[in-house]
């Protein structure tokens, strides 16, 4: 914020275009949604909170780190520091 001109002065207007460009980005929020589908055959005998557990441990080893802490902000999260 401070190398942007805060008067009209044509030679700093250029300086700052050379340095910056005409595009500063000034915030990023990426995301996705991992979807998994399963069919469960009517003679399974796998009980559905079963198959919502075994869900569920995919998802949480797919985005875990190494030290098995989650590598990604959920939604509830970035909307908490808004």
Same mark, same amino acid.
């Given at each position: 914020k401070e190398d942007v001109p805060s008067a009209w002065d044509p030679a700093a207007l250029a300086r700052f275009i050379e340095k910056y460009g005409t595009h500063v980005i000034v915030g990023v929020k990426m995301g996705g949604r991992d979807v998994i589908y399963v069919k469960q055959p009517q003679t399974s005998n796998h009980q559905t909170?079963?198959?919502q557990r075994l869900l569920?441990?995919? =998802?949480d %080893?797919? *985005? =875990?780190d =190494?030290?098995?802490? *989650?590598?990604? %902000?959920? %939604? %509830?999260?970035s909307r908490k520091d808004k």
């Open positions: 909170t079963d198959v569920k441990r995919i =998802a %080893e797919r *985005f =875990a =190494a030290n098995g802490r *989650f590598s990604f %902000e959920s %939604e %509830e999260t």
